[in-house]
């Protein structure tokens, strides 16, 4: 079995052992010269790795650069954007985010941290994109947005960027969400696509080891929304779950269903302890 995973691999990873140049940076990540952020931190119980890492010590120095300095890092554009959307008033209700909520700052400090998050209305996990959607439906009476609409990006970032070096903890006790955690955890392990490949093949297996030009992490979530730099946007987190699962030439679900929500409460609980880097800035 550990075999055919191996040669799954081996026709992904290219120049595995040329491209080989060593594990993650030991680079501290200190946003603006004052944040520090809790990049790398002791894997919760129950974890099959040791040590929890973010993404950003596996991009180049250039790439880390940019995250590490706000006035560089173009994602800050979109928390820009998140905040004016905040404040601009949308729908029949004649209402904005900040009509009920107040001060998105004040409101939102820390808040995206603890999601994924048990909705008990709806029955099922809600992430911030659609605690937005059914804010703007059933408070605005605004439309939700449509998948990956710039503006739904924006919010995001601009709602995650609040717990902007606040560590990453989700709330398994409430309703059902062990349920889907045990679902999420069983499609991380599921190998999927004529490649026959599964999430924990590339981010736990060969994680530290070159895929094409990409050097493999841990595939943590504690910078999403994220800018990348290959595609000069924001990046979602359903965006990116669908397009690892793309390249393993397997059958990708739809943003929002049910797998990809378990997906998301699994691989969040994967970096426990990780502080949220949103906006991180990856290749
Ligand atoms: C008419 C008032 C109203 C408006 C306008 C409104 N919300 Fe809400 N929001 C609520 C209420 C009530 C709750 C709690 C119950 C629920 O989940 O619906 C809530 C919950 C939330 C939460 C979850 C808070 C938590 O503790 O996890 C977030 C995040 C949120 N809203 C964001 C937004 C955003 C973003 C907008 C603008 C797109 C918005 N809301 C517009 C009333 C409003
Ligand atoms: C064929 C190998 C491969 C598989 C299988 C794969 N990924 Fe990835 N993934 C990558 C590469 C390459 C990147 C970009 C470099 C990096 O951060 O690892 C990436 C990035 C990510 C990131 C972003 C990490 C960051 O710090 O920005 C997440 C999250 C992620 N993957 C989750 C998943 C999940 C969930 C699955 C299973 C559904 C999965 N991946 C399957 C190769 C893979």
């Not at 979109?78 to 004016?84: F, L």
């Not at 998050?117 to 099922?124: I, S, Y």
């Not at 779950?241 to 049910?258: E, L, M, V, Y």
């Not at 378990?262 to 994967?270: C, F, G, H, I």
Request: hydrophobic share 35%; with cysteine; net charge negative.
């Amino acid at each position: 079995m550990r075999l055919s995973i191996a040669a799954g691999v081996a026709i992904v990873l290219g120049a595995q052992g040329a491209a080989f140049a060593g594990g993650p940076s030991d680079d501290k990540l200190v946003i603006d010269g004052e944040l520090e952020i809790t990049t790398r931190t002791a894997a919760p119980e129950g974890h099959p790795l040791d040590e929890l890492i973010s993404g950003w010590h596996y991009r180049t120095e250039e790439t880390r650069a940019l995250e590490a300095d706000s006035f560089q890092n173009p994602g800050m554009l979109y928390v820009e954007r998140g905040e004016e959307i905040w404040n601009t008033v949308e729908g029949d209700a004649g209402k904005s985010c900040a009509s009920c909520h107040g001060d998105g700052e004040e409101f939102l400090k820390g808040l995206g941290a603890n999601y994924p998050k048990w909705n008990a209305d709806a029955g099922k996990p809600y992430n911030i994109e659609l605690q937005i959607n059914a804010c703007r439906e059933a408070n605005m009476g605004a439309e939700p947005y449509k998948f990956d609409d710039t503006d739904q990006k924006s919010l995001t970032t601009f709602i995650k960027h609040q717990s902007l070096g606040t560590p990453i903890e989700v709330d398994l006790s409430e309703g059902d969400m062990k349920a889907w955690w045990e679902k999420g955890k069983e499609l991380y392990y599921t190998r999927t696509g004529q490649l026959n490949l599964a999430c924990a093949t590339c981010h736990e297996d060969y994680n530290g080891t070159y895929i094409r030009a990409d050097h493999l992490s841990q595939g943590n979530v504690n910078g999403f929304p994220t800018y990348r730099l290959k595609q000069s946007a924001m990046v979602s987190l359903h965006n990116r779950f669908r397009g690892c699962i793309r390249d393993t030439r397997g059958a990708f679900p739809a943003a929002f269903s049910d797998d990809l929500m378990a997906l998301e409460v699994y691989v969040t609980w994967r970096g426990t302890g990780l502080d949220v880097e949103t906006p991180a800035v990856r290749q």
